[in-house]
């Protein structure tokens, strides 16, 4: 039984969003063109949940229309001919138009060859079966649901299933997104999609490096990643990504202090945490193979090393200006993981310390008011503004006045 959806709908769109859509259903009606919503908005909206990702698909030209609504709208409009899609800007709204496809894999992992289809072919294509459900747009079944696959059904068992027993082969990226969405929505796996994915784990290495490094970070943008993590680990995928991957309650307790610090962590900081506990070789292999962009590589690299560090860092008599000598030269993102991971309370507060005050300290004196105090620039010039920051790092001077009066001395001194 087909339902209609319309009051779900007026109330998980904005009514900027919903007007949007009726715009877009009826200029595709007056060209006769077949048009849905698709995707996690349709999915959210039966589920009470605010979403504002407007996915539509058209049965024919999503580009010719999108020309003709961006027009309409006064909104900036980016094509991608080759894939059939676009993408309107409008307000702060955005708007994905996709031609509906059909797909077929040529070998498990790569990416599918598509040709044009109807909007059944274009949800037999999709995961599982509580994204494939869309809703008609035109004017005279507004808000309908198409639900081939019986996807309301298992949105109110709390099942997350697959479409086929090919699926997980055909793109392993899915197993990733499985465990994601079981534990963002707190669903189960239906149990012949749960056999299909043990079954399958070895299936993620047909995937690229860059694919599986996306569906990592999707996870790790969940508000609890770590959760998605251990479930992986459970089925057997989180070894698949890298052997080296926990998801335990270590795991557990620096992800939930990181969201302490930052309340969303960044994607550095998070990979920092989960490579901690690796070997640098772990880190090399696991920088690679998932091909980390540069700024994250950086932060993983620096954070296994500055945890070599720690035992120097730990040292009683240790004072600010130690601290800071030693951790100058690393990124505060990898500093900030290493005071979330840290077992020493003494060097927590050191690596706090570090980024909230020690590494914002500047002398009032610079360069230039040195040379006018009588020192040449050379070499000694820069030991001394060295010492005088140090000087200033450990408490032994606050004012400028302190500063000149420091300089004088050790002019005095023949320093
Ligand atoms: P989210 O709330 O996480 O964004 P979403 O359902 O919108 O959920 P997207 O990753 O934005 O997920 O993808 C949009 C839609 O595209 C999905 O609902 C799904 O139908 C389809 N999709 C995405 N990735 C895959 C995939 N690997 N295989 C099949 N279909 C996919
Ligand atoms: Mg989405």
């Not at 927590?348 to 360069?367: I, K, M, P, S």
């Amino acid at each position: 039984m087909s339902r209609n959806v319309i009051s779900q709908l007026e109330q998980c769109l904005s009514p900027e969003s919903l007007a949007l859509a009726q715009k877009a259903g009826t200029l595709a009606a007056e060209k006769r063109l077949g048009i849905y919503l698709v995707g996690g908005v349709v999915r959210d909206t039966l589920l009470g949940r605010a979403n504002s990702d407007l996915d539509l698909v058209v049965e024919g030209s999503a580009i010719g229309l999108a020309e003709v609504l961006a027009g309409d709208l006064g909104g900036r409009l980016v094509v991608h001919r080759r894939f059939g899609t676009a993408k309107i800007r409008t307000g702060n709204l955005v708007i994905d138009l996709a031609m509906a496809r059909a797909e077929s894999y040529a070998r498990p992992g790569a990416l599918p060859t598509v040709r044009p289809g109807s909007i059944q072919d274009d949800l037999a294509r999709r995961d599982f079966t509580v994204n494939a459900m869309a809703l008609r747009l035109d004017p005279g079944s507004f808000g309908k649901l198409v639900d081939p696959f019986n996807g309301q059904q298992d949105l109110e068992s709390n099942l997350i299933r697959i479409l086929h027993n090919q699926s997980f082969i055909d793109d392993a990226t899915r197993m990733l997104r499985a465990v994601r969405y079981v534990q963002r929505f707190g669903f189960r796996l239906e149990a012949s999609t749960e056999n299909l994915l043990r079954q399958n784990v070895s299936m993620l290495g047909t995937i690229s490096g860059d694919r599986i490094r996306h569906e990592l970070e999707l996870i790790l943008k969940e508000g609890c990643p770590e959760k998605v993590l251990k479930r992986a680990e459970e089925l057997g995928l989180l070894r698949e990504v890298h052997p080296a991957l926990k998801g335990d309650g270590w795991l557990q307790k620096k992800f939930e202090k990181a969201r302490e610090v930052a309340s969303s962590p960044s994607p550095a900081l998070c990979f920092a945490l989960l490579t901690y506990r690796f070997s640098e070789p772990e880190c090399e292999d696991f920088v690679a193979s998932l091909k980390m962009p540069g700024t994250v590589s950086r932060v993983i690299r620096d954070t296994a090393r500055l945890r070599e560090r720690m035992p120097s860092l730990d040292a009683p008599d240790l004072p600010p200006s130690g601290v800071y000598g030693l951790l100058q030269e690393y990124s505060p993102t990898s500093i900030l993981a290493c005071a979330i991971a840290a077992e020493s309370a003494l060097v927590q507060e050191r690596l706090n310390l570090y980024l909230t005050r020690w590494r914002h300290v500047r002398t009032a004196l610079d360069g230039d008011a040195l040379q006018k105090l009588g020192i040449p620039s050379g070499p000694r010039l820069g030991e001394m503004l060295k010492a005088l920051q140090d000087a200033k790092l450990d408490g032994k001077i606050s004012s400028q006045e302190d500063e000149t009066e420091l300089v004088q001395r050790w002019l005095s001194q023949g320093r």
